[in-house]
């Protein structure tokens, strides 16, 4: 049956099957980030949602100081054993809970890690310590599913390969709109046959929406693309990515 499952992401994003949903653009963000932002070496980053740390390290490249805190223990083993430096810093936790106030320069949300549950005011949560923790004038990114897109280019079925040792992993997800969220079941078939099922869903809040609530924790927005090659934010490419100062 298809259910809503109470912090399903605690499950969902382990193992390598779930690289599919970590951005593997790692450089490319960073160049389009530059050329949008304004970011300089030394500066303080917060990758709030970080995943294995791929973008975080590409600050860490880049010269910049970055703490990245993330909920899943597998992404943050990984992070923390292969891309831990002395600029770039892991922690396993819930984002909700990490304040550091006023300390950085410049916070992310990057590649649909927000909005998971049902409940506005929960989601809306995840935006408390994403501005507490930017300083005044500090500059934001957030880049999530882009709901004009899903609504005209809707697709059920999405098969996908991934590399595993010398073989693939399959996975098939399987997604239908409820409760204005985009909600999927997945299938990952692994080399040797074992079959696992994963449930997720994500909120899908529009651009005037999300607008809104960002302007209720002082966060403004000022440029929207619809990918990182500078796309336009329309029902043609896939995301919404919002970029803005703390005022
Ligand atoms: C789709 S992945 C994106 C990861 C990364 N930002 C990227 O660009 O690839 C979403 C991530 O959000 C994390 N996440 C979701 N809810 C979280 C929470 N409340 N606290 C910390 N991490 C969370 C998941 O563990 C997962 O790594």
Redesign the pocket.
């Known amino acids: 049956m298809k259910q809503n499952k109470e912090q399903w ?2 499950d ?2 382990k193992g390598d099957y ?1 690289e599919v ?4 653009q ?1 450089h490319e ?1 960073l160049v389009f980030m530059q050329q949008v932002g304004e970011l300089t070496e030394s500066m303080n980053v917060y ?6 740390g ?2 975080a390290h590409e600050f860490d490249k880049a010269m910049m100081n970055v703490i ?5 223990n597998d ?1 943050i083993e990984y992070a923390k054993k292969s891309l831990e430096s002395k600029r770039a810093t892991f922690l396993l ?6 304040i550091k106030e006023d300390y950085f320069d410049v916070c ?7 909005a ?1 549950h049902t409940d506005d005011k929960e989601n809306e949560r ?1 935006l408390v310590p994403f501005s507490k923790n930017l300083k005044v004038n500090g500059q934001f990114f957030i ?1 999530t599913m882009n709901p004009l897109f899903i609504k005209k280019h809707f697709q059920k079925f999405i098969v996908k390969q991934i590399p595993y040792e010398d073989s693939t992993i399959v996975t098939i997800r399987e997604s239908w709109i409820e409760d204005d969220m985009m909600k999927s079941d997945w299938l990952i078939i692994y080399p040797d046959g074992r079959r696992e099922t994963k449930y997720g869903q994500t909120k899908l809040y529009s651009l005037e929406q999300f607008k809104e609530m960002l302007s209720r924790h002082n966060l403004v927005v000022e440029k929207v693309y619809g990918d990182i090659s500078m796309s336009p934010y329309d029902d043609d490419h896939q995301s919404l990515i919002m970029y803005g100062h703390k005022v």
């Open positions: 992401w605690l969902f994003f779930s949903v970590l951005n593997q790692a963000t990758d709030q949602c970080c995943g294995k791929y973008l990245g805190i993330d909920s899943s992404y936790g819930d984002a909700n809970e990490f992310i949300n990057w590649n649909t890690s927000f998971y995840m880049c």
